[in-house]
């Protein structure tokens, strides 16, 4: 029986809703308003946030690197340039080469994304990364 079943680890919208605060918050130190997207490990929205002056387009794009790194298994960014644009086109547009999505984990596995966007890549990442670090915090409490 027990290889027909898998328990899996499942980010709690609870969760999505804390990731989201800090990503916001660190938006806010750095003063940039962003659109910040949390999904869940197949790519599907858990919570949305787009701060009030962020770019309407990056809603788009904050949604389309979370769904990126949820589904790669990897944070979003470059490909080759045969690979990227043709990958994009296979998958609707819900893939993206745009820096900015980063993957949460337990133990390896992968448990939900974050997809920021409407600063530079730079700043899209340092938002990001922010709710990575309290992501792996709340793991350790």
């Not at 387009?57 to 045969?82: E, Y």
Request: net charge negative; glycine share 12%.
């Amino acid at each position: 029986m027990s290889e027909m079943v898998t328990n899996t680890i499942v980010l709690s919208s609870g969760s999505a809703e804390r990731l989201l605060a800090s990503a916001r918050d660190a938006a806010r130190r750095i003063g940039v308003p962003q659109c910040i997207a949390i999904v869940d490990s197949s790519g599907d929205l858990l919570a949305f946030l787009r701060m009030e002056g962020a770019k309407p387009m990056s809603i788009a794009t904050a949604q389309a690197k979370a769904v990126t790194a949820a589904r790669t298994r990897s944070n979003s960014g470059p490909l080759p340039d045969h690979i990227g644009l043709t990958v994009s086109l296979a998958t609707g547009g819900s893939f993206t080469e745009l820096r900015g999505g980063r993957v949460f984990e337990v133990d390896g596995t992968v448990v939900g994304a974050i997809g920021v966007g409407s600063g530079t890549p730079e700043q899209d990442e340092e938002v990001a990364d922010a709710a990575v670090v309290a992501f792996v915090a709340g793991l350790q409490d």
